[in-house]
């Protein structure tokens, strides 16, 4: 399977614990970004990299949440001393460069974290 | 926050009828993406419409984008209960981020 994968895809962790969460993107694909989606509601924009380099934060991501990409192509995205109010799908997603400026992405499963 | 807002918000139809859903969005955009989401599954992207474009087909799927009222719409021809999914809408304004309506939960019914 070529596709984005992401792990784990079910994480139950204690309030106030440390999670991180991996993605693998599309090999050939040098953008990657992180959304958060919680029930009923659609994905919201996380953060974003194009290779190594995060190029965009959303205001959404506290400092309580950091991302990294370091070879530019899995990355990771901690959440340290996690609040009930974290839990939610945290979707990854790549995209390749395309013929224009338009870039269609690609999602992974997703991985489910539920703070209790 | 989300920015576009999907209408309706949940459609049920009967297999073999057309489901038409509708997106409104805020600010210009590069293009607009449409993507589905079944139950427990990731999100698949289904059709990409650029701005200078105003129709754009995929097989059963229809994509009109009206940049003068910031709205587009997604037909679904002769449905299938395979079709069942929840259905978002996405801006790319920068070439980076997208956001993503609230999305319409379509359901048909075999």
């Known amino acids: 399977d070529t596709g984005v994968s992401q792990d784990p895809r079910h994480k139950i962790t204690k309030r106030g614990q440390n999670v991180t969460f991996r993605c693998d993107p599309i090999?050939?694909?040098?953008?990657l970004y992180w959304y958060r989606q919680t029930l009923g509601q659609g994905p919201e924009f996380l953060t974003y990299f194009q290779n190594e380099a995060q190029l965009e934060k959303s205001r959404l991501l506290s400092d309580r949440f950091s991302a990294e990409r370091p070879k530019g192509s899995f990355s990771t995205l901690e959440i340290q001393r996690t609040e009930q109010g974290d839990s939610a799908m945290y979707l990854c997603?790549?995209?390749?460069?395309?013929?224009?400026?338009?870039?269609?992405?690609?999602f992974g499963p997703g991985t489910r974290l539920t703070v209790t | 926050s989300q920015q576009g807002e999907e209408d309706p918000q949940a459609l049920s139809i009967q297999e073999g009828e057309n489901a038409t859903m509708n997106c409104s969005y805020k600010?210009?955009?590069?293009?607009l993406q449409w993507y589905r989401q079944n139950s427990g599954r990731g999100l698949v992207h289904l059709i990409l419409i650029r701005s200078n474009e105003r129709e754009k087909h995929s097989g059963r799927l229809r994509v009109t984008l009206d940049t003068s009222k910031k709205s587009s719409s997604l037909l679904i021809t002769a449905s299938r209960a395979a079709d069942t999914a929840s259905y978002f809408c996405a801006e790319e304004t920068s070439g980076s981020r997208l956001t993503f309506g609230e999305g319409t939960q379509l359901t048909v019914n075999p």
């Open positions: 600010t210009s955009i590069n293009n």
């Open positions: 090999s050939e694909h040098n953008r």
């Open positions: 997603a790549s995209s390749g460069q395309g013929r224009t400026s338009s870039y269609e992405q690609y």
